[in-house]
């Protein structure tokens, strides 16, 4: 039996305002989409100025929405970007409803065994974490106006051990939620977090390897989860606008999972007969393994070899 679901709006956020981060690309972009599709005015931002224009024209050209397109890195501009996105997004649409922390990234130093790591630390701690605070206690205000509220994209690996910076930094903003939730609830502002496993975006830019990795294995991941589903940006997208949306409204505080739940037994007996070398090697190529298993070339021969079952 085929189980699907209809792209029909179901929302209505007409006259709302939306700030999206990492909005160029993946989970950030299909988010914009859906905002707008419901409605929403949004504001994208991200490095990539090209990609950031892509967003914009597909937006406008099948919502009939202009999006404010805010260029900008949250890492090297960490504390004059956030100002930008709420300063100017106020400017344009005279209110803000909704803040999506999307933003975030790995580090190709993400290992105690690299000596890079604090350089690493700095990178991944200030986009995952500092933005996420910045940006959340300068939308305070203007959240509280509209009774608005703040969903944050953590990830599985701050439940799941991944990697030391990923991981910390993830579990970081999945306490950050709750604390934040605690917080304003009486201001009338909900915090939420959605926690992705495995989603085929560009993900693995950011800690070194070919961005489309997930999607060339999309099959092999496929077949370690229980639902045999590798979601796309649009289901994380779809949730998202569940928790905006005053269906939501008695949910706060709250560590949504959503991984078709990712099954370790494959690889369990692998990673053992690998974790000799995994702990010799510096290649940050080690932290995808928890995500896709063997990886087919690379670098360490050894240590590829090794997961792909050569050893």
Do not use: W
Request: hydrophobic share 40%; proline share 4%; aromatic share 6%.
């Amino acid at each position: 039996m085929s189980c699907s679901s209809s792209m029909e709006t179901k929302y209505n956020f007409n006259d709302k305002v939306a700030i999206i981060t990492g909005s160029s690309s993946g989970i950030g972009a299909e988010i914009a989409r859906q905002f707008a599709r419901n409605g929403a005015q949004v504001t994208i931002t991200g490095r990539d100025s090209n990609a950031l224009q892509s967003i914009a024209d597909e937006i406008e050209k099948e919502f009939n929405r202009k999006p404010l397109q805010i260029i900008g890195d949250l890492v090297v501009d960490q504390s004059t970007l956030p100002f930008r996105l709420i300063n100017e997004t106020i400017s344009a649409f005279g209110r803000l409803d909704f803040l999506v922390n999307n933003a975030g990234g790995g580090s190709p130093y993400d290992s105690l065994l690299n000596e890079n790591l604090m350089q690493g630390f700095d990178q991944v701690f200030t986009l995952n974490v500092r933005s996420v605070v910045y940006l959340t206690q300068l939308a305070v205000p203007y959240l509280e106006k509209t009774c608005g509220n703040i969903i944050n994209i953590s990830s599985m690996a701050s439940i799941r051990p991944h990697s030391i910076l990923y991981s910390s930094s993830k579990a970081a903003v999945d306490m950050i939620t709750k604390t934040s939730a605690q917080e304003l609830g009486g201001k009338g502002i909900r915090v939420n977090s959605i926690n992705p496993g495995s989603v085929t975006t560009r993900y693995a830019r950011s800690i070194g390897l070919p961005e489309t990795i997930l999607s060339d294995y999309e099959d092999d991941i496929r077949e370690r989860t229980i639902l045999k589903f590798v979601p796309k940006p649009i289901e994380i997208a779809k949730l998202a606008m569940f928790l905006a949306s005053d269906d939501a409204k008695n949910m706060t505080g709250s560590n949504i999972v959503t991984d078709s739940v990712f099954v370790h037994k494959l690889i369990r007996y692998k990673r053992i007969k690998c974790m000799s070398i995994i702990l010799a090697s510096s290649n940050a190529n080690v932290v995808a393994i928890h995500f896709l298993g063997p990886l087919p070339n690379g670098r360490n021969a050894d240590l590829l070899n090794c997961l792909s079952g050569s050893v």
